[in-house]
């Protein structure tokens, strides 16, 4: 469940970094660093790449579903995601890029 859980998160997380941190040169370095604390996993995600718009980490509210088939949208729920697979979550614009805080509980997963 927990490995699962932190497959989705970061693709999804590396898709919007791709997509749009690093939309404007078209490629760019990420850098993914894990580490157990206490009764936590914990992943580090930095990049290099544009700031988040308005320097924060989207709200994340799903797209509206309620509208004809022909108008469902193709994208919009990355953030809503990944807010429903992390017990905590914190960004922080770098001098020079990007970094993301991604916090698992173990204990949920019944690791630990």
């Not at 990420?30 to 604390?37: D, K, Y």
């Not at 770098?94 to 509980?105: I, V």
Request: aromatic share 6%; charged share 25%.
């Amino acid at each position: 469940d927990l490995i699962g859980r932190v497959e989705i998160v970061l693709a999804e997380l590396f898709n919007n970094i791709a997509e749009h941190a690093y939309r404007d040169t078209g490629e760019g370095e990420v850098r993914c660093a894990i580490e157990l604390r206490d009764a936590s996993m914990v992943v580090e995600v930095t990049d290099q790449g544009g700031p988040m718009p308005g320097g924060e980490i989207p709200e994340g509210a799903p797209p509206d579903m309620n509208v004809d088939v022909d108008e469902l949208p193709e994208g919009g729920f990355g953030w809503f995601i990944i807010r429903s697979q992390v017990d905590q979550l914190s960004h922080k614009r770098l001098a020079l890029g990007n970094c993301t805080l991604l916090t698992f509980d173990t204990a949920r997963a019944g690791i630990g």
